[in-house]
């Protein structure tokens, strides 16, 4: 399964759409692009295997796999990008600025129902991002 992120990128930071068989599952919300500085930089365009994650914090959630010179990149709620992530990505029902948006957790839901399906049928669910 292939979930594919197209992103724009912006200063104050990176608004994308996320689909799935051409169906637009969602926006994403991340940091500016800074050369991938930990913390402080959305990941590099690419290939990336996503797995099941859970905890406390998130529950249910998913994250990405080998990303380079990074770790712990997850797809998670959270509403503004500069508040709230530390270099991942998160999904939105709708954009509300650069880098912000609204009902992420909904929006993550939905996400993570059509991932789990598939983990559940042994197939690899891989995340392409581009822009």
């Known amino acids: 399964m292939e979930l594919h992120l197209h992103r724009t990128y912006f200063k104050e930071g990176t ?6 068989n051409h169906r637009f599952l969602g926006f994403t919300i991340e940091l500016p692009w800074l050369n991938n500085a930990r913390t402080i930089s959305c990941i ?4 990336y295997q996503l797995k099941a994650r859970y ?3 998130f529950k249910y959630h ?3 796999q080998n990303v380079k010179g990074r770790s712990l990149i997850l797809l998670h709620p959270a509403n503004d990008a500069r508040k709230e992530l530390e ?10 600025g650069l880098g ?3 009902s992420s957790k909904i929006t993550l839901q939905k996400i993570v ?4 399906q598939a983990f559940d049928r042994k197939e690899q669910v891989t995340l392409i991002i581009k822009s």
Not at 15 to 20: D, K, P, R, S
Not at 44 to 47: F, K
Not at 113 to 116: G, I, R, V
């Open 113 to 116: 129902s059509l991932c789990y």
């Open 87 to 96: 270099g991942c990505i998160a999904p939105v029902l709708q954009l509300t």
């Open 44 to 47: 590099p365009e690419g290939v």
């Open 62 to 64: 998913l994250q990405l």
């Open 55 to 57: 905890s406390e914090k």
């Open 100 to 102: 912000k948006g609204i």
């Open 15 to 20: 608004n994308g759409a996320l689909f799935y």
